[in-house]
């Protein structure tokens, strides 16, 4: 479907010399009708990658191809420009035309360009249907600067779809909501696609948005995509400490790998060993760090159960309670770990208590330093 | 300003992807480059040809010019009038301006209304009507106020208009609004709380007011009295209405003189026109560099803040009085003397028996003189004509300065922006230097005039268009585009609607400041071509005040009308917020 090849795109940057690469290199694929996300912290060029992919930006170099239309190659000359490439796309602020209301907002990308000859009665049907899609159908006279957020951002959707667009880029949509209204539009969005069947490029930095919608992830950092996977293996698999602790928080501990075992393998750390059942970039003999979701390690209480692999002992320190968890920082001897568990298990500060990190969670990776930044 | 975020790389890494990607770029470039061209025709042409003429005599490059304009007679004293009348009067405009605007943002003083009324005062009373008018009022043995001082023995307090003085008191207060303008901005934009803290501290009211407050605006207050200068070196009606029949010659009437009388002296005009031209760039390079120095001092947050208004206690009323005989001198005094004057077959002093030849048989000259009515008609086609134009050519500037990513594209703000250090009398002589003899058979016609006030109005226009256009959000633009309209159709139907207000008020300030005009045209027009403000000089020259009087107060009501229509359809078109 939307096929990315070494793409990158340079800016000249005034506070060093020459020029620095907002997108380096970056390649990926998406398939039919799937939700492809772009995620990473502002300034990775997830953005400037879409951009490049909408016809906004002129990349410096790569190709670009959706379906079998190249729509810009630096080998071949190619290159079509933003509006003569057929694709959809919502943007931020939503760009909501605020001198023409809602009717014509939609219908203006069938009153332009190659598409300026649609015959009215086409307009008016393809233009009502849109908006029953996202159900505004009810507000098409209204003007558009009179809607909520949420109305606005399923207007910008029902503009983008109007034109029936091979490819949806959505940048950032929800980013300008409240939260309530972002969780509801979520859902909505998901639907909407799945409904429609349309292959989409969303851009976010909400990493919930990211896993709760997508089909495929790509996390991206420094211009370089990090990691490529579905939203399971993205969380449970890190690949590297940045897309472990960038997607969902995570507890990293510093040791060495000691021996592969034959359930896997001993990582020996300052607080005692700890066995894994992955390894990922890294081999016996060298450091790593251990990664462990704060959900997943177990507190226990009683004190029967010291020594031994993944058990650690330690002290509660602070506690937070967030609603519908409770977070605690447990005091290792050498280190500090975030637990989340159930609200209802209460422990005051200063308890001793004794931590089960069960191995299938553990993942073992190399150091951040040391860490390769794309795949 | 908005930068653009996505700053564009100088140059694409490859020429021969460049070439054959997309057709806008070359078109763009086209574009850039015929506006490029046709700027600096109408900017650099004047310049040029006014050093060329100033630099250069029959035998080639010389200073001759120089040495023969500056031994014209009375030379000295002119220079000495000229300096003294631009400080003068901006000393006169700067410490009333300032001091009202600051009561006005910062006071729980009544009648701040007034204050308002009287800032576009300067809009819709052109200078010649309100210099005249102050003629019958303090004219030496006449003038209505110093009738009134003498039969209430403050004889000392007279003052004639027909002197430095007098010139430039009447100057000043015909300035002063703007100075209003600019301070009541400035003091509006400082945040209250530096001052509440400085209260805090244990400062009392005048301690903060003299080192908070006042240190806080400096950098805008400099910038005023910079402006205030310049204006008053450039002023025209003034030292022509009143300084060439007291012999207080300044810069601009010698250049006037000089292509008035005979011989024509073509060295005096452009040596002279090109010192004033030099003092003014000099004047207004200063109050760029005060302005950007003025940033670090910027509080504007963003978020609006309502000044919190200092109680002025026991002095409330008499502050609110100082507010009102400001509106009675600047606004209704003024008026109401031409109104006055206008129903008077001969001007009489106001009084019973005055009363008794009351009639509105001046109004009807005016219908009977065609030469009014064509003037009337040529003023209008020309202000509405140029206005167009510049708005038109400016919002498309404004597009390629702010959002195209054309190398250079600074050059064209700096080009269209430079005509406001251009005094309107010498872009008059520049333009007869550059037709008169050229093979375009312009002068003489409405066509020089045109070129005249768009040259002139440029500045107004990149202004207005930018701001509005910087309100516009690129990403409004990109969805056009992703939607599938060409550059042109997201220009004619996203852009320039979206501009509409900002265009929309800058026309209309275009016109009215075009059919004020007087000190380009007075230089240009010709037998067919007068317009509004040149009659009314014309009239004034004849002694026909009467006439000049109904004129003027027509012309006074029907700038007031669009000055309040430019209100209203900003308020109007504004209501959609955005």
């Known amino acids: 479907m939307l096929r990315v090849e070494n793409l990158v795109k340079a800016y000249k940057d005034d506070s060093k010399q020459g020029r620095v690469r907002a997108v380096d290199d970056v390649s990926f694929t998406v398939e039919d009708g799937e939700f492809f996300t772009l995620l990473g912290p502002s300034g990775c060029g997830k953005t400037t990658t879409l951009r490049c992919v909408a016809g906004l930006e002129w990349p410096d170099g790569g190709e670009i191809a959706v379906d079998d239309r190249v729509l810009f190659s630096s080998g071949r000359n190619i290159a079509v420009a933003a509006n003569d490439r057929n694709l959809g796309m919502v943007f931020q602020s ?266 299938e969670y553990c993942t073992a990776l190399p150091l951040p330093a040391a860490a390769p930044t794309a795949t | 300003m908005t930068q653009l975020l996505d700053a564009p790389p100088a140059g694409s890494p490859s020429p021969s992807v460049q070439a054959k990607r997309t057709r806008r ?70 410490i009333s301006g300032t001091a009202l605007a600051f009561f006005c943002v910062r006071s729980n003083a009544p009648f701040k209304p007034l204050l308002y009324a009287a800032s576009i005062v300067p809009l819709i009373v052109p200078g010649i009507l309100f210099t005249i008018a102050w003629v019958f009022l303090l004219s030496k043995d006449v003038g209505v106020i110093n009738v009134a001082l003498r039969g209430i023995g403050l004889d000392w307090l007279q003052v004639d208009a027909f002197s430095l003085p007098g010139m430039i008191l009447i100057d000043g207060m015909h300035l002063s609004p703007l100075v209003f303008l600019l301070m009541f901005a400035a003091f509006r934009a400082t945040d209250p709380a530096l001052e509440e803290s400085a209260l805090m501290s244990g400062a009392t009211v005048p301690q903060t007011i003299r080192r908070i407050t006042l240190p806080l605006v400096r950098p805008a207050l400099l910038g005023a009295i910079l402006i205030m200068v310049v204006r008053g070196l450039e002023s025209f009606e003034t030292p022509a209405v009143l300084g060439i029949p007291s012999g207080n010659w300044v810069f601009t009437s010698r250049i006037y003189e000089a292509l008035h009388t005979y011989p024509i002296r073509y060295d005096v005009a452009s040596i002279y026109s090109l010192s004033l031209l030099l ?172 070129i005249a006030y768009v040259t002139r109005y440029l500045p107004y226009g990149i202004r207005y268009a930018s701001s509005s256009l910087s309100q516009v959000s690129t990403e409004l633009e990109d969805s056009a585009r992703m939607s599938g309209a060409t550059w042109w159709d997201t220009f004619r139907r996203v852009v320039l609607p979206l501009m509409g207000p900002g265009i929309v008020a800058g026309w209309v300030y275009i016109v009215v400041v075009s059919v004020r005009e007087l000190s380009s045209s007075i230089l240009l027009y010709s037998q067919g071509t007068r317009v509004l403000s040149v009659t009314i000089w014309e009239l004034w020259e004849n002694g026909e005040t009467g006439v000049l009087a109904a004129v003027g107060v027509v012309m006074v009501v029907v700038l007031m009308l669009l000055v309040g229509a430019a209100y209203r359809l900003g308020a109007k078109i504004g209501v959609r917020e955005f």
């Open chain 1, 94 to 359: 939503y760009a909501i035309w605020p001198h023409m209301n809602v009717f014509d907002n939609v219908a203006f990308p069938l009153r332009v360009g190659s598409r300026r000859r649609t015959p009215k009665p086409v307009v008016s049907e393809r233009v009502e249907r849109a908006l029953a899609v996202v159900e505004l159908d009810h507000l098409a006279g209204r003007y558009a600067t009179k809607l909520s957020g949420g109305q606005q951002q399923r207007l910008a959707l029902a503009r983008a779809l109007v034109i029936e667009p091979t490819l949806l880029l959505l940048d950032e949509p929800l980013s300008n909501l409240d939260a309530k209204l972002r969780e509801s539009l979520r859902f909505e969005l998901k639907r909407l696609q799945r409904d429609q069947g349309i292959t989409t490029v969303y851009v976010t930095h909400d990493q919930v948005e990211a896993l709760s919608m997508s089909n495929t992830i790509a996390v991206m950092r420094d211009g370089q995509i990090s990691q490529i996977g579905s939203p399971f293996s993205v969380y449970l698999q890190p690949q590297n400490t940045f897309v472990a602790d960038f997607v969902g928080s995570t507890n990293l501990l510093t040791g060495v790998v000691e021996a592969q075992e034959d359930e896997g393998w001993r990582i020996r750390t300052q607080d005692g060993p700890v066995l894994v059942d992955k390894v990922v970039g890294t081999a016996v003999g060298e450091p790593c760090v251990v990664s462990i979701r704060p959900e997943h390690i177990e507190i226990r209480t009683d004190s029967s159960s010291t020594g031994g692999p993944n058990l650690f002992t330690g002290e509660i320190g602070t506690r937070l309670f967030a609603g519908e968890s409770m977070q605690y920082q447990v005091q290792l001897p050498h280190a500090q770990l975030t637990c989340r568990t159930a609200a209802a298990q209460r422990l005051s500060t200063g308890k001793p208590v004794s931590l089960y990190l069960p191995r």
């Open chain 2, 25 to 94: 770029p070359t078109l763009l470039y086209l574009l850039g480059a015929v506006t490029v061209a046709l700027l600096a025709y109408l900017v650099l042409s004047p310049l040029v040809y006014l050093t060329w003429r100033g630099l250069t005599t029959g035998e080639g490059l010389s200073l001759a010019n120089i040495a023969s304009a500056y031994s014209v007679s009375g030379t000295p004293e002119m220079l000495f009038n000229s300096f003294v009348f631009a400080i003068g009067s901006a000393a006169v405009s700067t």
């Open chain 2, 279 to 450: 003092l003014t760039v000099l004047g207004l390079l200063l109050v760029q560099r005060a302005n950007s120095r003025g940033e670090r001092f910027q509080t504007i947050s963003g978020k609006g803040f309502r000044p919190r208004p200092l109680d002025l206690g026991a002095w409330r009323w008499p502050v609110s009085v100082v507010f009102a005989v400001y509106f009675v001198v600047v606004v209704v005094l003024p008026v109401a003397i031409l109104l006055w004057m206008s129903l008077l077959p001969f001007y009489q002093a106001p009084s019973a028996s005055a009363l008794k030849s009351v009639s509105f048989a001046n109004y009807g000259r005016i219908l009977e003189t065609s030469s009014i009515l064509t003037s009337v008609s040529n003023s209008a086609i020309l202000a509405v004509v140029s206005a167009t134009a510049v708005m038109l050519f400016m919002s498309v500037v404004a597009w390629l300065v702010l959002k195209s990513r054309l190398p250079g594209r600074r050059i064209l703000e700096t080009l269209a922006s430079f005509p406001l250090a251009m005094p309107g009398l010498v872009l008059g002589v520049a333009l007869i230097f550059i037709y008169l003899r050229s093979p375009l058979p312009i002068y003489g016609t409405l066509v020089i005039l045109f």
